[in-house]
């Protein structure tokens, strides 16, 4: 499907008409975290279904609702299931949200994911703050025509996820008594786990932590001038880190473990949000004057 800015629109015009916030920060949760989305205060909840031309999310652990409302004070829009190319959906329907988020005024975004760790040094339930990405596809959900509304054909991506609220949230975490990792998270197709080779290879490229998500859409985000924050739990050791077979359950598993963790690191992250957002823009500000 080629998405065109009416349909987008649609989509944003429909979420507007039932609601009364305006969402300053979207939230996009993985597997086994989206429990975070019932924390939301006074909250609308609109299923995909409802919303013209919205996609559906067909993943156990995936809700498949928006939800709108206040999170520690926050005005923000939570996605409870995201879409994946396994799924049978193209890149562009991937990013099609993230640019319904950018019409409904958010600036800013938080995705999570649920990955694999390459990285020897990780275990299971660990948290990591993504650095970086590589992208394993020909395909990119900014292929085709240029939506010129939302960014220029060739956009920069040498700082995907913004560095800023990566260390805001090490902050957070160190004020919550634990540690985050960092690292750089490789995007595979799926839906099968990748092989023991396979994760020989990521190994040699640098990849931290492997997963099937997130890449396609902070590529929209970011052509349209976003913030991100990514963060990736690791639920389980990739294939051939450990001697035992890798299933979906584990990783939905492991999720629940965290929650109260990875819960309690977001809501943080977004109780001192309005520091690293009044910076980033001032920053930008400079360097537009200064060129």
Request: hydrophobic letters at 40%.
């Amino acid at each position: 499907m080629n998405y065109t800015v009416k349909m987008m629109q649609e989509a944003a015009e429909y979420i507007k008409s039932q609601i009364s916030i305006q969402p300053e920060v979207g939230l996009i949760l993985g597997s086994g975290l989206g429990v975070l989305g019932d924390d939301v205060e006074n909250a609308v909840r609109i299923p995909y279904q409802d919303i013209p031309h919205f996609p559906l999310s067909t993943v156990v652990g995936h809700a498949g609702q928006l939800v709108i409302g206040t999170l520690k004070g926050r005005p923000v829009m939570v996605m409870q299931g995201r879409f994946h190319f396994y799924e049978g959906y193209s890149m562009q329907v991937i990013g099609f949200p993230v640019r319904v988020m950018k019409l409904l005024g958010i600036e800013s975004m938080i995705v999570t994911n649920a990955a694999g760790g390459c990285n020897p040094k990780f275990n299971p339930g660990d948290l990591m703050i993504i650095t970086d990405h590589i992208k394993f596809f020909d395909e990119s959900p900014l292929r085709g025509p240029n939506i010129d509304e939302f960014g220029p054909r060739f956009n920069d991506m040498s700082e995907p996820y913004t560095k800023k609220l990566g260390d805001l949230a090490i902050r957070v975490a160190k004020k919550l008594g634990f540690s985050l990792r960092k690292g750089i998270y490789a995007h595979m197709a799926g839906p099968s786990f990748e092989t023991p080779a396979e994760i020989r290879m990521l190994q040699v490229l640098g990849a931290d932590a492997v997963g099937m998500s997130t890449v396609p859409e902070v590529i929209s985000a970011v052509h349209s001038g976003m913030k991100v924050l990514g963060i990736s739990c690791i639920t389980n050791m990739a294939a051939g880190i450990l001697d035992q077979p890798l299933n979906h359950e584990e990783v939905l598993e492991t999720g629940a473990m965290v929650r109260d963790t990875f819960a309690s690191l977001i809501k943080g992250v977004l109780a001192e949000w309005d520091d690293i957002v009044v910076y980033s823009m001032n920053h930008e500000r400079k360097k537009q004057e200064s060129s």
